[in-house]
């Protein structure tokens, strides 16, 4: 594959055309999303007891999110229906990768978000491609709900997951993963939000298995933040609270695919504490070298937490969907790791005095 990207043979588009819906009038539009690295781990494997813990670095994608890999097919296709402007709800990723293609394609994009809840590093994306912004003294779910509207009443394309073009192209992510593993992976660990891409992995390796590129499924193993766990609660959270704020979701659109996922492969979705998420997003920036942000640290968390709580793990190979970069949060990176900063006269004995040498 070309490394230069701009051209019809580069992104998910090309790669997977032959699975998604592309047609001869489908716009090849990318920035070079998918193919992202299956980095295996170096310590947590060891803390997890497995076969083989891998990371699916979802953070490299242009974006710095998974959210890019759907994004593409959702505006090629409202390119090639003739829509002049998208529309989405968003905690953040999904506007900065809407407003990243839109500006590219020269769309008119507008995202509705959670005043005060949207990391600043997804803000100065959307804001930098030139989005038109509206803030909602409200939460995700007020924010999808009033997106619907308005893409009813106007001629504006919804590109939130509920799009069905956006499952497909995030379901690509299971195609690389087999690709790369020459199986599916015995298990999948993923952060579950708005439950678009727990549905779209899922998809992918079912339809893996179905061409046989794959002799088996992963069992579905999905983690919700423990103040926002309406699929874990089995009834939607009026109020949800978590620091995870990109899965800080009430009343998920794609609940029914979540739970479809979890039963069908034979999975889980359970919860995991905000203390929890702190330690796994720690241990991966300092054990791994991953840095990521809060919610993508939310699997991690989760199938540590599974480990030690006697789970066996032995033989198995494990695959966490790492969702979006560290870069995005950097408020919360200062918080958790920064400490106290003070200047020193530029002077060898006083840095070797700070250095402890
Ligand atoms: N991880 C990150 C970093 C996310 O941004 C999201 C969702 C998820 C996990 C959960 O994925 O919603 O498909 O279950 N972010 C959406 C947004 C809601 O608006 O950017 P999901």
Same mark, same amino acid.
């Given at each position: ?130 989005? #038109?912004?509206?803030?909602? %003294?409200?939460?995700? /779910?007020?924010?999808? &709900? $009033? !997106?619907? @509207? ?119 979705? #359970?919860?995991?504490?905000? %203390?929890?998420?702190? /330690?796994?997003?720690? &241990? $991966? !920036?300092? @054990? ?70």
């Amino acid at each position: 594959m070309s490394a230069i990207v701009g051209q019809r043979d580069a992104g998910v588009l090309f790669r997977f055309k032959d699975r998604l819906p592309v047609t001869d009038a489908t716009p090849m539009i990318t920035l070079g999303e998918g193919s992202t690295p299956l980095v295996r781990s170096v310590r947590l494997e060891e803390a997890v007891g497995c076969e083989a813990l891998y990371f699916k670095l979802e953070s490299c994608n242009p974006s710095g999110s998974f959210k890019d890999r759907g994004m593409v097919v959702a505006v090629a296709k409202a390119l090639e229906r003739g829509d002049t402007a998208v529309l989405c709800a968003s905690t953040g990723n999904t506007s900065a990768s809407a407003a990243a293609y839109a500006a590219r394609c020269h769309l008119r994009v507008y995202v509705i978000v959670p005043h005060g809840n949207i990391a600043e590093g997804k803000l100065a994306q959307a804001v930098a491609h030139g989005a #038109r912004i509206i803030a909602i %003294d409200g939460g995700f /779910d007020d924010a999808l &709900r $009033l !997106a619907r @509207e308005i893409t009813q009443r106007h001629p504006i394309a919804l590109v939130n997951s509920v799009n069905p073009h956006r499952i497909e192209g995030q379901k690509t992510a299971s195609f690389e993963i087999v690709d790369d593993l020459g199986d599916a992976p015995d298990i999948l660990c993923l952060p579950v939000g708005n439950a678009g891409n727990i549905t779209a992995y899922w998809k992918g390796f079912v339809e893996s298995y179905q061409r046989e590129e794959a002799t088996k499924k992963p069992l579905m193993w999905g983690f919700q933040a423990a103040g926002a766990a309406p699929i874990v609660a089995g009834e939607p959270v009026a109020e949800p609270r978590t620091l995870a704020t990109a899965i800080r979701i009430g009343n998920p659109a794609s609940w029914e695919g979540a739970t479809n996922a979890r039963d069908e492969s034979g999975g889980d979705i #359970r919860a995991v504490t905000d %203390d929890e998420i702190v /330690d796994a997003y720690r &241990r $991966l !920036a300092q @054990e791994e070298g991953i840095f990521c942000e809060p919610a993508s640290a939310a699997c991690v968390a989760g199938l540590l937490g599974r480990a030690k709580d006697g789970e066996d793990l032995a033989g198995k190979t494990i695959v966490c969907v790492i969702t979006g970069n560290g870069l995005k949060d950097p408020e919360r990176a200062m918080a958790e790791f920064a400490p106290e900063l003070h200047a020193i006269a530029p002077e060898v004995s006083r840095v070797e005095a700070e250095m402890g040498l």
